[in-house]
């Protein structure tokens, strides 16, 4: 079965400070690799994902994740945070099949002092 | 397009009560997604269609039903309400061409569901 980690259950930085996030899965075939982000009192939206191709994915808000096939990871990363990147993220994993079911990360909370 | 739209924001129960989450999505987005998030554990599939008339079973489908008589909705009926299905509940959905097809996942803005 596929499975999603996510070691950092809470991080917390200060402003200007580089981030990453890890996030690791299990499953053998081919995946599709996605990063959400949910700021408070909102719903999830994505940030970036991985289908094929390039392994570095760039996204919005600055971000980045890099998709290493032989340590099955799918790293988030961000150069400098801002106060305003205060939020919840979770990595998630799409294998094989035909029903685009997700397996979600327990999510880590990322707090960013000013 | 309002997206994925979801009622009621928050509703509080009394155990063994019953009740329907709505989800709505102006899309046109084939497939639809009910998962529950609690803290620590991240967002746990509930039940999930992939068109009109067609349902499965995800990872968590005790104590819910679903129906999906319409591409446009998609609503999560509780029957009898318990203490474990205190949660967050958030409706998704995506488009997809293909079989296994790896489209995006919109998400509405939840239901916080308390029951007493």
């Known amino acids: 079965a596929q499975s999603v980690s996510q070691h950092n259950h809470h991080v917390i930085l200060s402003e200007a400070a580089s981030l990453e996030l890890g996030c690791n899965y299990s499953?053998?075939?081919?995946?599709?690799l996605f990063w959400y982000v949910q700021y408070p009192g909102q719903h999830l939206q994505l940030l970036l994902k991985?289908?094929?191709?390039?392994?570095l994915v760039k996204g919005i808000k600055g971000f980045e994740a890099e998709f290493i096939k032989s340590k099955f990871s799918f790293n988030l990363r961000k150069p400098s945070v801002q106060w305003s990147d205060t939020a919840e993220y979770f990595c998630a994993v799409k294998g094989g099949g035909a029903t685009n079911k997700l397996i979600f990360g327990t999510g880590t909370l990322l707090a960013v002092q000013p | 397009n309002a997206g994925v739209t979801q009622t009621p924001k928050f509703r509080i129960l009394k155990i063994g009560q019953s009740m329907t989450l709505q989800c709505t999505q102006d899309m046109n987005h084939n497939y639809m997604y009910w998962y529950r998030q609690d803290p620590g554990m991240g967002l746990k599939l509930i039940y999930y269609s992939v068109g009109a008339g067609i349902t499965d079973k995800g990872e968590v489908p005790n104590g819910y039903n679903v129906s999906r008589s319409t591409t446009e909705d998609f609503p999560l009926r509780l029957e009898l309400a318990a203490p474990s299905q205190t949660s967050v509940y958030f409706c998704?959905?995506?488009?997809?061409?293909?079989?296994?097809?790896?489209?995006?996942?919109?998400f509405g803005p939840g239901t916080r569901l308390t029951v007493l």
């Open positions: 499953y053998g075939g081919t995946v599709n």
């Open positions: 998704a959905s995506s488009y997809d061409g293909l079989a296994g097809g790896t489209d995006t996942q919109y």
């Open positions: 991985y289908f094929s191709g390039d392994p």
